[in-house]
């Protein structure tokens, strides 16, 4: 009869948390099914800029399924695939074929040239190609490529979880409420708890750019003070999300649910996978993930060495969800006092 009872209690107390149930039974098919989106999607080709290349091999490229892109004279090609528009760029000298490879993803390089490969394979047999790189270069691994979103992810999670759970037990523990039993605006109550974080968040940005550069060896072509800027702004991002979401928490366990639909989200679109690969509808919803723009900027600046007129939308665009992140959160505190 006790283990009963006791069996009867745990089931109403979950039964009574609405919240729970829908963690045990929604996120694992959300996630599954956004899993589904993603890797499922559309195939993507290489896409390879040509200049002065015969048409018999033009042909033989495009029936092996490339996204050809013929060009009038190699600055324009070189201009465009600066701009990401190209992962690779071919020309014909006398007859030896020159490839100029984009360089900032290994897993795109390896297939621009198995897919030149087969192509001359088709035809007719010649001289290997010359093979340069406008980033990167043949040594790049693959960590130095996912490094950088890496280094944006695992920043914003912890912060988030950190000014979470802090912010959550500040409203536990009754401190909370007694500041906003003094005349202390809900403003100011939100900028002071965000400066107080943000002092541990300065110093963990500043831990991670250190360590990803100096100790892991990551791939660093561009600023680390650059660096340090985005990881800062991301990590100020994950903080006021963080204290935002932490309001609508009664327990710490309340704001683990939170992961599955925020946290979990953001990897997807941050960069780890092949965005182009996606639905086009699905990948409209990476502009409203902070991580994605603050991962683009490291990507840039850490494999493209990319200066600031390259990333500052994404600086402005950060700066924007922190904003309104905090002005949300000034508003969350009204629901514990009017002011």
């Known amino acids: 009869m006790r283990v009963q009872a006791l069996a009867i209690r745990i089931i109403r107390q979950f ?25 499922d999607g559309q195939s993507v080709s290489p896409a390879l800029g040509v200049v002065d290349l015969p048409a018999a091999a033009v042909d033989r490229l495009e029936q092996l399924n490339a996204d050809i892109i013929e060009y009038g004279n190699r600055e324009s090609a070189e201009e465009a ?29 390896k297939a621009v040239l198995l897919l030149l490969q087969n192509a001359l394979q088709a035809g007719s047999p010649g001289m290997p190609p010359n093979v340069s ?71 963990q940005a500043s831990l991670i750019a250190w360590f ?7 791939y660093m072509a561009g600023s680390i003070g650059y660096m340090l800027i985005i990881n800062l702004l991301l990590s100020l991002t994950a903080l006021t999300l963080g204290t935002l979401l932490s309001s609508f928490a009664s327990t710490e366990f309340q704001i683990i649910q ?11 679109f941050s960069g780890l996978f092949n965005l182009d690969a996606m639905h086009p509808w699905l990948q409209k919803l990476s502009y409203v993930m902070p991580l994605y723009y603050g991962a683009d900027a490291m990507r840039g600046i850490m494999i ?5 007129s390259s990333f500052q939308s994404n600086v402005y665009v950060l700066i924007g969800f922190s904003l309104l992140f905090a002005l949300l959160n000034v508003l969350a505190l009204g629901k514990h006092r009017s002011m």
């Open 133 to 203: 790189y406008l980033h990167g270069g043949p040594d790049m691994a693959s960590f130095d490529s996912f490094g950088p979103v890496l280094i944006g992810f695992f920043s914003f999670f912890f912060v988030f979880l950190l000014a979470g759970v802090s912010f959550l037990r500040e409203r536990t523990s009754g401190t909370l409420e007694r500041l906003l039993a003094t005349p202390v605006r809900r403003s100011e109550i939100v900028v002071g708890y965000l400066a107080g974080f943000g002092l541990f968040t300065l110093l």
């Open 304 to 308: 493209r060495g990319e200066e600031w």
């Open 81 to 109: 695939m600066r701009s990401g528009e190209l992962d690779g760029l071919l020309q014909w000298n006398g007859a030896v074929p020159e490839l100029l490879l984009e360089g900032s993803d290994p897993g795109v390089n």
């Open 212 to 218: 990803s550069v100096d100790v892991l060896q990551l």
């Open 15 to 39: 039964l009574r948390d609405k919240r729970t149930l829908a963690l045990l039974f929604l996120a694992p098919l959300f996630v599954l099914s956004l899993m589904k989106l993603v890797f």
């Open 258 to 268: 939170f992961i599955p639909i925020v946290i979990v989200p953001q990897a997807f």
